[in-house]
Each structure stands twice: as C-alpha cells, then as structure tokens.
C-alpha cells in the first residue's frame, strides 16, 4: 500500500484526522455490529451522559512497522482487559474483550497508509474509548452508548535526544484511595489539568503525586506510573490500589526480570527514600520510558546520579530491550505482539 506523503521525523504529538474510524453503539442491552466509517464528528444529545456527568473511559495504545515489514500492536488484550475493568467502575456496558482488539486491528489495518515506516521513530497511536450518548439529566448512568477507535499519527517523543525531565512533588491528589485512580476515566484528567499547568507556568515538566491518605508514599505522575532503580540495579515500582496499571510498567517489570536478570520490587515507595535511588524513569505507551533526572520537593532537590543529559544506564537498558521487542528486533515473550498485517 501507498504510505501517504508525511514528514515522519518531524511530525508532533497532536491529533491529526486519518481516514477510518470504528464505531459501535449500544441500545436496548446490546452492541451492535459497528463498522468502518469515515466522519470523524460525533453527533449526540445536548443533554448525554458525557456531556453532564462525564461518564466515559479509554485507551491508549500504539501500532508499529516491525523491522521485517508487519504491523503489529503490542499486548492489546491487556488494553482490552482494562477498558472492561474501567467501563464496570463507572457503569458502562462492556465491549467484549475479543471484539476490542479485532476493532483496533480492523482500524488500524484500514489506515494504513498512515502507519509510520520502521526507523522512522514515529508510531501510529491508537485511542478506543467510550461514552455515555444518550439524554441523563436524573444522575444516573445512560441507556446507550458509542465505543469507537481513532487513530492518528504521532512524532518521535524524544525529537533531538532524550532530555531528562524535572518534576514537583505536588501539593494536589490525583487519586483518592478507593476512587477511581485505578481506571482509565477521562475524569481523572479533567481534574489533573490544573495541577498540571501549574506545574508547567513554574518550570516542572510534570507533577509527583503522593498518596493521599498521608502524604508520606509516591503513587504517579498524571499520565505515567514510576520506575526507580537502586544503587545495586534492583528495580523497584510503587504498588497502591489507586495507580492506573500502566501495560509499559508491567512489561518493563517482565523485561527486567526476564531479560536482563534483574531484582524488581513491587512495593510501597516512600517520597524519603527516593534520594537513594540511582535512577528514575516514568512509564507510559507514550515515550515507553521518559528518564526524570531531578525531583523538587517544595525547593528541596533530588538529582539522580544519571543527571539532565541522559537516560541512566538501567533505563537504557530496559528502554532498548523493550522497543527492541516492540519493532521486532528481539524476540517477544509469547502473546506479547499481535501481528495486524
Ligand atoms: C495511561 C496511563 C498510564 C500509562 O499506561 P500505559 O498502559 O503504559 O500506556 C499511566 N498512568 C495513568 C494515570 C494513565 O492514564
């Protein structure tokens, strides 16, 4: 197929409209068949359950041109299994699990020309997400709803080099305890964006949020969950009820473990003891691993040993082992990637 006529390199992190779209809809109990279409509006009740009480939920994934020439997505059944989990916190209909991923691959396969070149850096990102469609104005969950899977192009995350970033300890929750910090619910970021652009109008790149409950624990960062790496190169990632179970974390967690031999920890991590760890990345489908090379503690500095110019030698690692996988350079773990084309 004729790829389309894009600039690959230099492509940036928005959204841009490509051909295809998937759509299904929901009514009386049930899922339709869905199908490919090509409008990208959506036209729904001035008075739908999104629109009033935000009920929806996504996905974030990726499509990639392995090094052999293929298409493939990367673990998307574990995507699948989240959406279910999200759509049950929030009373919304299940899209089943098996019919998720065949929506994916059918969206991606119909754009695609728009996947991006092996080498090119770039990826095709990958957005399923569903919303209450019809009129709630009682509080209550809709009756019917629309699932749909866009895709779009995105640039290389790192254009001109890795830069480690500098985040905050912020003064703001992402998360309450037993809320719903633990889904992928379009609220979590509707209240994430002041804290953010807080964040950036004094400097920081992103925002360290604590636990909640007592302030004391490191849970994650608005869009990516926390790797840290000891002086003795054990991996340690915090575990709380309330973190959004990023798929990259898990996998560099079995990257780690069975590639390169590593001790990991899942376990509370305490904001004390991060002074101590040689290095620490976040994690997210996005920049698959982005090194953070300071921390500012209401203007007290942690600066990891790996510094502001490069990722630390364990990240580095565990970044190229995991791409490595994703484009078909190193042999995955079984069931890891699905091959679209
Ligand atoms: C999506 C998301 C992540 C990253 O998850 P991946 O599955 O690795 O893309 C991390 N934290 C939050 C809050 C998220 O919404």
């Given at each position: 197929?004729?790829?389309?006529?894009?600039?690959?390199?230099?492509?940036?992190?928005?959204?841009?409209?490509?051909?295809?779209?998937?759509?299904?809809?929901?009514?009386?109990?049930?899922?339709?068949?869905?199908?490919?279409?090509?409008?990208?509006?959506?036209?729904?009740?001035?008075?739908?359950?999104?629109?009033?009480?935000?009920?929806?939920?996504?996905?974030?994934?990726?499509?990639?041109?392995?090094?052999?020439?293929?298409?493939?997505?990367?673990?998307?059944?574990?995507?699948?299994?989240?959406?279910?989990?999200?759509?049950?916190?929030?009373?919304?209909?299940?899209?089943?699990?098996?019919?998720?991923?065949?929506?994916?691959?059918?969206t991606v396969?119909?754009?695609?020309?728009?996947?991006?070149?092996?080498?090119?850096?770039?990826?095709?990102?990958?957005?399923?997400?569903?919303?209450?469609?019809?009129?709630?104005?009682?509080?209550?969950?809709?009756?019917?709803?629309?699932?749909?899977?866009?895709?779009?192009?995105?640039g290389p995350?790192?254009?001109?080099?890795?830069?480690?970033?500098?985040?905050?300890?912020?003064?703001?929750?992402?998360?309450?305890?037993?809320?719903?910090?633990?889904?992928?619910?379009?609220?979590?970021?509707?209240?994430?964006?002041?804290?953010?652009?807080?964040?950036?109008?004094?400097?920081?790149?992103?925002?360290?949020?604590?636990?909640?409950?007592?302030?004391?624990?490191?849970?994650?960062?608005?869009?990516?969950?926390?790797?840290?790496?000891?002086?003795?190169?054990?991996?340690?990632t915090p575990?709380?009820?309330?973190?959004?179970?990023?798929?990259?974390?898990?996998?560099?967690?079995?990257?780690?473990?069975?590639?390169?031999?590593?001790?990991?920890?899942?376990?509370?991590?305490?904001?004390?003891?991060?002074?101590?760890?040689?290095?620490?990345?976040?994690?997210?489908?996005?920049?698959?691993?982005?090194?953070?090379?300071?921390?500012?503690?209401?203007?007290?500095?942690?600066?990891?040993?790996?510094?502001?110019?490069?990722?630390?030698?364990?990240?580095?690692?565990?970044?190229?082992?995991?791409?490595?996988?994703?484009?078909?350079?190193?042999?995955?773990?079984?069931?890891?990637?699905?091959?679209?084309?």
């Amino acid at each position: 197929m004729e790829k389309k006529n894009i600039d690959w390199a230099n492509l940036g992190f928005g959204y841009v409209q490509t051909d295809k779209r998937f759509v299904s809809n929901y009514k009386d109990g049930a899922w339709d068949e869905g199908a490919l279409i090509s409008d990208a509006n959506v036209v729904i009740s001035e008075c739908a359950g999104v629109l009033q009480y935000s009920q929806s939920c996504f996905e974030g994934m990726k499509a990639y041109t392995t090094e052999d020439g293929h298409i493939v997505t990367f673990r998307p059944d574990l995507n699948a299994q989240r959406m279910e989990d999200s759509c049950r916190r929030l009373e919304m209909p299940v899209f089943p699990q098996d019919r998720f991923v065949d929506a994916v691959c059918q969206t991606v396969a119909a754009n695609e020309a728009y996947v991006p070149p092996y080498g090119s850096g770039a990826t095709l990102y990958i957005r399923p997400y569903m919303f209450g469609s019809d009129a709630v104005i009682g509080v209550s969950p809709a009756t019917e709803y629309q699932f749909r899977v866009f895709v779009t192009q995105v640039g290389p995350y790192f254009k001109g080099g890795v830069k480690p970033l500098t985040i905050r300890v912020s003064d703001y929750d992402r998360a309450a305890p037993h809320g719903t910090g633990h889904i992928k619910a379009g609220l979590n970021y509707a209240m994430s964006l002041y804290p953010i652009m807080e964040a950036h109008r004094q400097g920081f790149d992103e925002n360290l949020y604590l636990d909640p409950a007592t302030r004391t624990k490191v849970e994650e960062t608005g869009g990516a969950n926390f790797l840290f790496v000891t002086k003795d190169n054990k991996v340690v990632t915090p575990k709380s009820g309330s973190i959004l179970p990023s798929i990259t974390r898990r996998s560099l967690v079995a990257v780690a473990r069975d590639y390169l031999g590593l001790e990991v920890e899942e376990r509370e991590v305490y904001l004390e003891e991060v002074k101590d760890f040689a290095e620490c990345g976040l994690c997210g489908t996005a920049a698959v691993i982005s090194p953070v090379g300071r921390i500012n503690d209401h203007g007290k500095e942690i600066c990891f040993p790996s510094g502001m110019e490069k990722m630390g030698p364990v990240i580095q690692k565990l970044y190229d082992t995991l791409t490595g996988i994703q484009m078909g350079r190193i042999q995955a773990p079984e069931g890891w990637i699905k091959v679209i084309k």
